[in-house]
């Protein structure tokens, strides 16, 4: 339970407003301590998730290239596309999305999702889908469907990416269970992590059928 200690510090930082980077940094090394892992160790597994980080790709790579889509006009070319499918609403599309994304970062495919794939299309054709069936939304709509999309991708990549067996995540669960004296293989950690992405695409997508009977109800309002 101590290891859990990492969790307590990334909430206190972010609550007091520090430094994310160092509030990440300093949750990474409480956990290797109370954890007994090695700071030899602990720094290599730093080294290495930066290293596979999205944040490097999206940062130098991405973010430009999205950057000149949105310029040339790419969120208004998703909202008009999901308008003429009139079977489309904002919970549907966002279900497919969920399925899709778990099923690519299962097999190791990452899609850079909030910053390639949320904010400069999911979000939008969402929004547009909306729009078409309960009429133009107000701006607190607007940001409660834009939540439900983040929300969407970052169930789909949590619960979808602990089922492919060459990730950083299952390697550091691995090491610790070893570490306290439950040898593991991965593949049996990528096997268990199955049921809980399925039980994870059930109660999420349940949230986003919800979520169309919501704007339904207040569309009629």
Not at 28 to 47: D, E, K, N, Q
Not at 147 to 163: M, P
Request: net charge positive.
């Amino acid at each position: 339970m101590l290891t859990l200690l990492g969790v307590g510090v990334v909430v206190l930082g972010f609550l007091l407003r520090f430094n994310p980077l160092l509030v990440i940094a300093a949750a990474v090394f409480v956990t290797g301590w109370a954890g007994h892992i090695s700071l030899v160790h602990t720094v290599a597994a730093l080294g290495h998730a930066f290293n596979q980080s999205r944040l490097v790709s999206v940062a130098f790579l991405v973010l430009p290239v999205i950057g000149l889509l949105e310029r040339a006009g790419l969120q208004e070319q998703a909202r008009m596309a999901i308008s003429k499918i009139r079977a489309a609403t904002a919970g549907r599309l966002l279900l497919v999305y969920l399925f899709l994304r778990q099923i690519s970062i299962a097999f190791g495919l990452q899609i850079n999702g909030q910053a390639a794939m949320v904010r400069p299309l999911i979000a939008p054709m969402a929004e547009a889908a909306a729009d078409t069936h309960g009429g133009p939304l107000d701006e607190k709509t607007h940001l409660l469907i834009r939540a439900y999309a983040a929300a969407t991708d970052n169930v789909g990549a949590f619960f979808g990416e602990d089922i492919f067996v060459a990730i950083g995540s299952i390697l550091l669960i691995k090491g610790m269970l070893d570490q306290a004296g439950f040898p593991v293989q991965p593949l049996a950690l990528s096997l268990w992590a199955i049921p809980t992405a399925i039980l994870a695409f059930v109660i999420h997508g349940a949230r986003l059928l919800l979520l169309d009977r919501r704007l339904a109800r207040e569309a009629r309002k």
